[in-house]
């Protein structure tokens, strides 16, 4: 199984992006799936995730901001990134549980 992140680029500050997380089998269903960012020099840091069930969870930094989906029929997950601030800035990763795997990253610069 692969998955493949996409969707970044850059972003004026406020502005809006969808990632997508594409999984080349039927995983999803069950699996949950996280949303990680890492920006240069810092820690790896939990965004969101979505569980096989729906149930949906988000970072402090960006509740209220950001929305996670899924599209079982795609096997593709979403995070809908609105109001996009310079310090979302990063590469962001998609990450299923329990059966691991990792997305190649997408880069995220919000910058005027």
């Known amino acids: 199984v692969q998955l493949q992140a996409s969707g970044g680029g850059l972003v004026q500050p406020g502005g809006s992006l969808t990632l997508s997380c594409a999984a080349s089998?039927?995983?999803?269903?069950?699996?949950?799936v996280a949303w990680y960012r890492q920006a240069p020099g810092v820690k790896r840091e939990w965004v969101a995730h979505?569980?096989?069930?729906?149930?949906?969870n988000y970072g402090d930094s960006v509740k209220g901001r950001f929305n996670i989906s899924r599209d079982k029929a795609k096997n593709t997950v979403y995070l809908q990134m609105n109001n996009l601030k310079p310090e979302d800035t990063a590469i962001y990763y998609c990450?299923?549980?329990?059966?691991?795997?990792w997305g190649e990253g997408t880069l995220v610069t919000v910058s005027s």
């Open positions: 089998g039927n995983i999803f269903s069950s699996n949950a």
């Open positions: 990450h299923t549980w329990p059966q691991v795997y």
């Open positions: 979505i569980t096989s069930g729906g149930s949906t």
